[in-house]
């Protein structure tokens, strides 16, 4: 196997600030210049799967990008950014994954940007992949991988836009939607995170009727694993009929995903006819 290369680090931030934008530009300088295997990223783990799926979204070379960060930092027992860091290390340099596009690393699992997901606030071995499990593992300092790669659609273009406000609305049990009225005209786009495949109560869907004919509302599930149903259940408030006021299904990414795609397509200058198409492009 070739020896990795590895770009500089760019900057050291908190991950709860961190964009991609600046990673992205990284990323595309340093596979301009040649001569690299793959890109490892290493940050806090607080938005890693965020910032995999962001970069994900317009990462169009076959070298692997892989972020990685430690669930135990140096000062407690057992820290394991170290080991972490080495099996992420051995992954960006494998050939086999070459058109994986950017992967998350950790506890020696390889996991898909599109499914990664930090399940708990502690463990080290936080990060799972709900309902596709891991691309592979690290055994004997190389990687084995137990699925196939995922499909993955075109890249996204870079942004035109800098200033694109999208916001997030989680429905919850007892919601009268008067929260939801506090986004309007705050927002160029709104993702709902609605109860399991896609419904929301009856008070909330004039309000999501309104907001959808001023601006691209996305209707996601707040449950993050399964997709949101577009033809099954069809009583005021369902998926079908919010479907039919307007709403765009996301398919099986969540809400956090759903928001980053949606982001990007508005940065773009998407209309609602690409946003939809695109949602249903990245539908598994």
Not at 134 to 163: F, H, Q, Y
Not at 221 to 248: A, C, F, H
């Amino acid at each position: 196997m070739p020896a990795p290369s590895a770009a500089p680090p760019t900057a050291r931030l908190a991950s709860g600030p961190l964009t991609a934008t600046e990673l992205g530009a990284a990323i595309d300088a340093a596979l301009a210049a040649g001569g690299v295997d793959g890109i490892v990223i290493t940050q806090g783990t607080d938005t890693i799967e965020e910032t995999a799926f962001a970069l994900d979204l317009r990462h169009g070379h076959e070298q692997p990008v892989v972020v990685t960060g430690a669930m135990r930092n140096p000062t407690m027992p057992g820290p394991d950014g170290p080991a972490n860091l080495h099996a992420a290390v051995l992954a960006a340099a494998d050939p086999r994954l070459r058109g994986a596009g950017v992967v998350v690393v950790l506890n020696d699992e390889i996991h898909a940007a599109r499914h990664v997901r930090k399940s708990h606030t502690t463990s080290p071995a936080a990060f799972t992949s709900p309902g596709a499990g891991p691309l592979g593992r690290i055994a004997e300092n190389r990687v084995r991988l137990t699925s196939a790669l995922p499909r993955r659609p075109a890249a996204l273009a870079p942004p035109r836009r800098r200033d694109v406000r999208v916001g997030l609305y989680t429905v919850g049990l007892g919601d009268d939607g008067e929260l939801l009225a506090a986004w309007e005209g705050r927002c160029d786009g709104l993702v709902v995170a609605a109860f399991g495949v896609g419904h929301v109560p009856l008070r909330l869907v004039e309000g999501l009727e309104r907001f959808s004919a001023r601006v691209p509302v996305v209707l996601s599930s707040r449950i993050g694993n399964g997709p949101v149903l577009t033809g099954t259940y069809g009583y005021p408030g369902s998926e079908k009929d919010l479907i039919g006021r307007g709403l765009v299904p996301a398919g099986d990414l969540g809400p956090y995903r759903a928001r980053l795609l949606l982001h990007g397509l508005l940065a773009h200058g998407a209309d609602r006819e690409l946003i939809a198409a695109t949602f249903v492009g990245h539908a598994h």
